[in-house]
């Protein structure tokens, strides 16, 4: 038979932005479960999708609801070449990303992603130093406070017949203004991170933990070893290496969702210390959920 053209024809994302309703065949099936899950919380894609499915999502919802399928749009930038050139198999003009991970490790790539315009929804150029000075600026004094925090409490046990054992109530009842400074400070962290993941500014966070590592690891670490190494008798040894393992095990537990594998690594020897059925105690790091801040704790004198 004679073919003809079809002059009304849909844009190939009008499907994708039905996909709310045409996954749940709505509405001749799953009403309630559509009703109950409708609008969905986050969506998250590409920059290119703004006129693509964010588009036609939000066309279609407004005009069959009145309002929009989604409550939050994470968009994320693209990836040029460092030479700010569109990244091309054909040019070779960027790092193979096996090598890159395989020389670096996959959690160095996903902090300096999650630390770049990317998640601003700007174009990032790839930079193997970028990834480089994550491993040097970031992971390697991080894991040498976690080193140090390790040999300084097998020190402290086998100085005695005792057991290091964490104590909030001892870092509460601290006087010293280091280990309320530090434990203000993770707590106004923790704060920061809960108001930011549920507004999902993702954007912000990176940087306030890399700021806070680094108070951590150039401050708080480096004025307290002698305390730490029992300098100023065993209570103060005790009190000091309380407050630092808190800080490492709320800090480990923020960063999980950036850096996965480091943050695993960490959490199994520091969750041994942990008593059965402790809220932050679980077979993963992955498992546990975000700690809550002391509204106490938050000194801003300190």
């Known amino acids: 038979g004679m073919l003809k053209r079809v002059d009304e024809v849909f844009d190939c994302w009008f499907e994708s932005g039905a996909m709310p309703y045409a996954s749940r065949h709505y509405p001749f099936g799953q009403r309630d479960t559509f009703e109950q899950n409708f609008p969905a919380q986050f969506v998250a894609e590409g920059l290119d999708q703004t006129r693509g499915w964010f588009y036609t999502l939000l066309v279609l919802s407004v005009h069959l609801f009145d309002k929009p399928a989604v409550n939050n749009f994470v968009v994320n930038g693209l990836v040029l070449a460092a030479d700010g050139k569109k990244m091309s198999k054909r040019l070779k003009n960027y790092p193979d990303p096996q090598e ?71 870092i509460k009842a601290s006087s010293n203004v280091m280990d309320r400074w530090i434990n203000a400070e993770s707590h106004g962290l923790i704060k920061f991170v809960r108001e930011e993941l549920e507004a999902y500014r993702l954007y912000t966070l990176v940087p306030r933990l890399v700021a806070f590592l680094e108070d951590l690891t150039n401050w708080y670490v480096r004025l307290n070893r002698d305390r730490m190494r029992g300098g100023y008798g065993e209570v103060e040894a005790s009190t000091s290496l309380c407050t630092l393992y808190d800080v490492l095990l709320n800090i480990t537990v923020l960063m999980a969702p950036v850096t996965p594998f480091i943050t695993e690594l960490i959490y199994q020897n520091l969750a041994q210390a942990l008593p059965d059925g402790h809220p932050m105690k679980a077979d993963s790091v992955h498992f546990v959920m975000l700690p809550d801040f002391d509204a106490r704790a938050l000194d801003a004198d300190v």
């Open 100 to 170: 890159i991970v395989e020389a670096y490790g996959a959690d160095a790539v996903r902090m300096y992603l999650c630390n770049s315009p990317v998640v601003r929804a700007e174009p990032l150029r790839f930079k193997e130093e970028g990834v480089r000075d994550v491993v040097k600026d970031v992971f390697l004094p991080w894991y040498n406070v976690y080193r140090f925090f390790v040999q300084e409490t097998f020190r402290f046990e086998g100085s005695g017949d005792k057991r290091f054992t964490p104590s909030p109530d001892c």
